[in-house]
Each structure stands twice: as C-alpha cells, then as structure tokens.
C-alpha cells in the first residue's frame, strides 16, 4: 500500500476529488506542413497499479507504463497513400504478474499498409498490408489503444459507398500477435472475415450498422476432449440514435453459431442504454445500461453457449477496472456524465455484475477465463464497481486523464477468490507531435 500512496494522491489531485471521465481528451492535430507527406510522433505515459491485486489482500502494485509511437504518411495523388507506424512500448517497476505482451512491445511494426482510391469522396477504396480495425463502439473489433501493445491485423479491407449515407467495409485479416524479443506475426491458422454495414438514412435520426463476422482458428480442444478446428459466424447489428426530449438510445446484439471440433456453438450477447441530457451549467447526462452475454451451463457436454467476445476494445466496457469481460454476464450500469468546468468532462458510473450461468465462470476484459465452478456452487453474484475518470486537453498537443476504480466483491468472488475489494487508480499524459 505504501507504494501506491503517491499515485492514489497524484490522481486525487489531478483528478477533481478522485472523478474523472469516461471518454479520454485526444490532442488536436494541427494541419499537415506538405500535402503529400505528413510526420506524427506520439508519446503516451502512464502510472497504474492496484491494491488487493487479485483480491488478495496485500497485493499491491504500482507501474509506469510508456509508448511512444512515429507514424510517416506518404500521399503522392488523391488516389493512392501509403502509411507506416513504428511503436516502442515498455513498463517499467511492474512487480505483479506478467511484464510481456500487452504491456511491452519493444521496437516493432504495428502499422505498414498501402490505400488505393479517394477515401473522402470516392465510391470505394482498398487498403491492403498491416492495420488497425474497429467498428462501432467497438465490442466485437477494436483496436484496443488503451493497452501498451495495442491490437492490429494484417490483410486487405476494402470500403464501398454504393449510395449516399451508407458504407459497407469488406474484410480478410488475421490477428498480429505480439511476440517478445521477435518481430511480431500473424497467422498462424487464424482468420477473420466479414462485412460491417452503416447506414445514416435508413432510420430519422439515427443510425443503423448490420454486420456478419467469420472467425477461424486452429488446434483448440473440443469439449470431449479432441482437437479440431474453430469456425463461428457472429451475425449482429447496432443501431443508435436520438429521440425527443433530450433522450439518446443505443442498442448493439449478435448471434453466434458454428464449431469447435466436435463441439456445437450457439451463443448471444446484447448491449442496451437509454441516455437523458439535462443540459444546465454543468452540461449533466444521465443513462442507465444493461449487458448480456451467455454462458454454458456444462463444460462437457459438446455444445458451447458461452458467448465469444472476439477481438473487442475491451477496456471500461463492463468497468474500468477491466476485471470484467462480454462473457457469460448480466452487467447493470448507471451513469452521470458531467463538466464541472469547461474543458473538464467527467464520468461517474456504478457497475452490478451476475454470472449469466452459475455453472460457467467469470472473463476478464481480455475474454480470458478468470476462474470457473462447475458445480455452480459459488452461486452468480460477482460484486460492484464504482469508476470516476476525467480527462482534459492541456494544449492542443497534450492531453490528461485520470480516474480510479473499486471493485466490491459478492458471494462468487469471495467464494473463488480471497475476496478482498480491489482498487485501480491511473494518471495518463500524452503528447502528439506533428512535421
């Protein structure tokens, strides 16, 4: 505990009596000095850790974590532009669990790919070789910048805009896997296919994105126990919008069905909120939240019903202190979002969290399966989480945020665990610089 004093009170102090905002302030990017060709650098610190870490009392930490980033952006014509992203990222003073992968990802390629076509005001454009992916919010695929080693694909993505106010992206990728001490590779049996809608005219005020998504991997073990090959399809849509009197909605579902060798996979997820700002002085917005994702009720019978968050941008999906993944989940969210001072947002929000299936266990943000009691005898109540975050831009080129999160936990995890309440501060700096 004595270790994270000075950064509970840097974030105390930072962070506007220890709340702060959901949303983080990106700096402004000024305008490029040559048309052709623009230099980006960024650098991003941040000082993290925990107490209970693992609800274990005693377990404290804290860490910092830096990235820096130098992108080069090459546009000889309007119609063709390469872009290329180095990255080095290192955590330094980690003494809990793992200092590799996501964490560190030292001297490496993250982005390297080649655009074809007016990505403004054409009817299609194609871009082929490494890159970022993410659609929505976000909950199925992101790019996951909030770890150190953020997440990117290698394949071709192609973007067509076959009338006005609708666009559809076409996809063949496979995941990079950061590697330490390596260059980082994708493959590696894994693919990922798809087609992800978006429509701004179909519905007033609104705007409505169908998706079909194809994941396939290879060497997993089935339930029975023999090995074989995944193939799940994730058929979704999310639709947000605007209604009168100051209301806001938004609702994203997805079914999945498919194999797992000799395994059957039929799962379902969903995301509701409905949203009221009541404007005033300090710009105030309620909302009220509900996730869903299945769980499997029995871990040998061949059939797999727990829901599979594929490659999401996890982070304060169900808590900002990631403890809690899109799996197996009834999460009960509520929000208040205001500025108490101008440039100052800040996000309040208030976590309640069941296990969808006793018999299943609990995921982390990562969809990593963090402990599991098949007899169902820990019951399904995991616990609570309060979070409060802010974030300001400094200057057009640095931002701040900050917040805290903790985690009160009920009968699962003080059953499964030591069961002590954990706390997640953080203070984040970053800074973009441009040529």
């Given at each position: 505990m004595t270790r994270l004093a000075p950064l509970l009170l840097c974030a105390s102090l930072v962070g506007a009596a220890d709340l702060s905002a959901q949303t983080q302030a990106l700096p402004a990017e000024a305008p490029p000095a040559a048309k052709w060709l623009t230099v980006r650098g960024e650098f991003r610190g941040r000082v993290e850790g925990g107490t209970n870490i693992g609800f274990t009392s005693g377990r404290d930490d804290v860490y910092w974590l830096n990235r820096f980033r130098f992108d080069v952006a090459v546009k000889p014509s309007p119609m063709f532009s390469v872009f290329m992203q180095a990255q080095d990222a290192r955590v330094v003073a980690k003494d809990v669990g793992s200092t590799t992968a996501p964490f560190r990802d030292t001297f490496d390629l993250r982005q390297a790919y080649a655009e074809i076509g007016d990505t403004q005001k054409g009817p299609m454009t194609l871009r082929a070789?490494?890159?970022?992916m993410f659609f929505g919010?976000?909950?199925l695929i992101g790019h996951l910048t909030w770890v150190n080693g953020a997440r990117s694909f290698d394949g071709v993505r192609a973007t067509f805009k076959p009338s006005k106010g609708f666009t559809i992206d076409t996809f063949a990728v496979t995941v990079v896997r950061i590697l330490d001490g390596e260059f980082d590779k994708s493959g590696n049996g894994n693919r990922f296919v798809g087609a992800y809608g978006s429509a701004t005219s179909w519905i007033p005020k609104a705007t409505f994105e169908p998706y079909v998504l194809w994941k396939r991997d290879e060497n997993l073990k089935a339930e029975r126990g023999d090995t074989g090959s995944l193939s799940v399809a994730t058929v979704g849509e999310r639709w947000v919008g605007k209604?009168?009197?100051a209301f806001d909605y938004a609702a994203e579902m997805a079914y999945q069905?498919?194999?797992?060798?000799?395994?059957?996979i039929s799962a379902w997820a969903g995301h509701w909120v409905v949203g009221n700002t009541l404007g005033g002085k300090w710009k105030l917005r309620v909302a009220?939240?509900?996730n869903f994702a299945s769980g499997d009720a029995n871990p040998a019978d061949g059939s797999r019903t727990t829901f599979d968050q594929l490659y999401p941008t996890g982070h304060d999906k169900m808590g900002l202190a990631d403890q809690v993944g899109w799996r197996n989940i009834h999460d009960v969210r509520s929000i208040v979002e205001f500025t108490p001072y101008?440039?100052?947002p800040?996000?309040?929000s208030l976590h309640s969290w069941w296990l969808a299936d006793s018999h299943d266990g609990l995921y982390g943000a990562n969809g990593a399966l963090v402990v599991r009691v098949p007899t169902g005898a820990a019951g399904s109540r995991v616990g609570d989480e309060f979070d409060a975050q802010f974030a300001h831009a400094l200057t057009p080129q640095l931002a701040l945020a900050g917040g805290i999160a903790h985690v009160f936990p009920a009968d699962?995890?003080?059953s499964t665990t030591p069961g002590a309440s954990y706390t997640y501060p953080f203070a984040m700096l970053t800074y973009v610089f441009l040529h």
């Open positions: 070789g490494r890159q970022e919010e976000q909950r209604l009168p009197a069905t498919g194999s797992q060798g000799s395994d059957d009220e939240e509900y101008k440039g100052w800040v996000t309040a699962f995890l003080k």
